[in-house]
């Protein structure tokens, strides 16, 4: 019986060694940190939009016609440069015609005032009768010239609106219409677009419409390049469908100046900055009893339980039982319980 208390008891002083040996020999989990800090935030939105210039133009006719020649696509053009041209033959014979009536119409009225003024130098010799006839001829022959002059002043404006002039300086982007094509009123022959007044136009929630304020600045992520580009104006109309709103940004002063419908991605701040409790997006865990971080203490990782607040990038405010300075895990935190030992390994920089 002595012996088999002995042997019981050795066992036991075994299986305790063992356990403390394997406790011992646990590896620790590897983390990295960062300290909590006190940072300056404020909400924020991100959305996408696309760069557009002020200066874009659709060149429709007012006049129809065949079109004769049309500038091809990529051809830079100054202000007032012709770009494209409706076929005038006709319109010519038409001017030829107008101008020999409006030389008759001077000869007719010459004519008409010379015999006015001969009857009137002839006193009694004519009646009066035969004298108000002949000014009612001459003021007839003087309509009649203010009628051909005015249909060749209409047929000269109709001659220069056959002719499609640029606008601003720019570039032909689109040729809608090909030479020897017929060209409607209201057609679009061509599509003109410039570098002038670069504009960046984003659509928002309309939750959002009384948060954007003109002159806010918005960081704005473009070509690879990040920047920053003042609100220029806001729509504040809501589109029944999208439940959207538009807001432009002045697109002038990025540097290199984005090309025309390049993609955009900004963020949009939606109200004050203020100072808060944050910690990287990253050092959030969900779990079932709430949202935690693990803070990192005497190598060992304990359980905070937090609230989140306003986000701003790769930081959100937390609430709970942080302190500035405080190292929270960044990484390896998913499968740590409280109390765990830990190895703290280099954080990249955040």
Known sequence: MKRLGITVGFSAFLLASASALAVAQTPSASVRVVPAELRQLSPSISVSGQVQSHSTASLSASVEGNL????????VVKEGQVVARLDTAQLSL????LKARVTRAEIALKQAQHEFERLSAAGDAITREQLDLQENTRDLARSDLEIAKATQ???????????????????????VKRAGEYAAVGDVVARLGGNGGMEIHLFLPLRHVRAIRPGSVVIVHVDGTTTSAPVKAIVPVGDALSQSFEVVLDAQRIVPLPAVGALVHAELPLGTPQQ??????????????????????????????????IADGDWIA???????????VIRGGESLHDQDKVQIVAAPPI
Not at 278 to 305: H, Q, S
Request: proline share 5%; no cysteine; hydrophobic share 45%.
């Open 68 to 75: 004769a020649w049309i500038a091809d696509v990529g051809t």
């Open 94 to 97: 038409q001017r030829a015609e």
């Open 153 to 175: 002043h209409e047929l000269e404006e109709r001659l220069s609106r056959m002719e499609f002039r640029a606008p601003f300086s720019g570039v032909v982007v689109e040729r």
């Open 276 to 309: 808060l409790l944050a910690v990287p997006r990253d050092a959030l865990i969900i779990r079932a009893e709430g949202m935690t971080v693990f803070r990192i203490r005497n190598e060992k990782a304990e359980r905070v339980a937090v609230k989140p607040g």
């Open 318 to 328: 937390v609430d709970g039982l942080l302190t500035p300075g405080d190292s929270v």
